[in-house]
């Protein structure tokens, strides 16, 4: 099970997008979830997470700006940013705590990521 990110792209400083992620199969249990981001040159961070129960959390730089939300029954995390900033662009992956069957019944739990989408901030 691999998780899929979509929703990327340019926008201007100010503006907002909206990125989502999903696992590529079926699932039986997503925990945690959370968005990380890379920008060129730079260590991978945490921008928020979100619990089973819907407590989050975010990065002090993007506290106010962003919000992340999910839908259980789609399995589905979303990150809404607004106010964005040119230090916003970078690579947002997700990431989750999921747990799957095979197809002998055995369970898998994993900390699956997301193949990361782009987000650039420019005028």
């Known amino acids: 099970v691999q998780l899929q990110a979509s929703g990327g792209g340019v926008v201007q400083p100010g503006g907002s997008l909206r990125v989502t992620c999903a696992p590529s199969?079926?699932?039986?249990?997503?925990?945690?979830m959370a968005w990380y981001r890379q920008a060129p040159g730079k260590q991978r961070e945490l921008v928020a997470g979100i619990t089973s129960g819907g407590r989050t959390n975010y990065a002090d730089f993007v506290q106010g700006r962003f919000t992340i939300s999910r839908d259980n029954a789609k399995n589905t995390v979303y990150l809404q940013m607004n106010s964005l900033k040119a230090e916003d662009t970078a690579v947002y992956y997700c990431?989750?705590?999921?747990?799957?069957?095979?197809?002998?019944?055995?369970?898998?739990?994993?900390?699956?990521w997301g193949q990361g989408t782009l987000v650039t901030v420019s005028s």
């Open positions: 990431n989750a705590q999921v747990l799957y069957y095979m197809d002998d019944g055995s369970p898998v739990a994993t900390n699956a």
């Open positions: 199969g079926k699932v039986s249990r997503i925990d945690d």
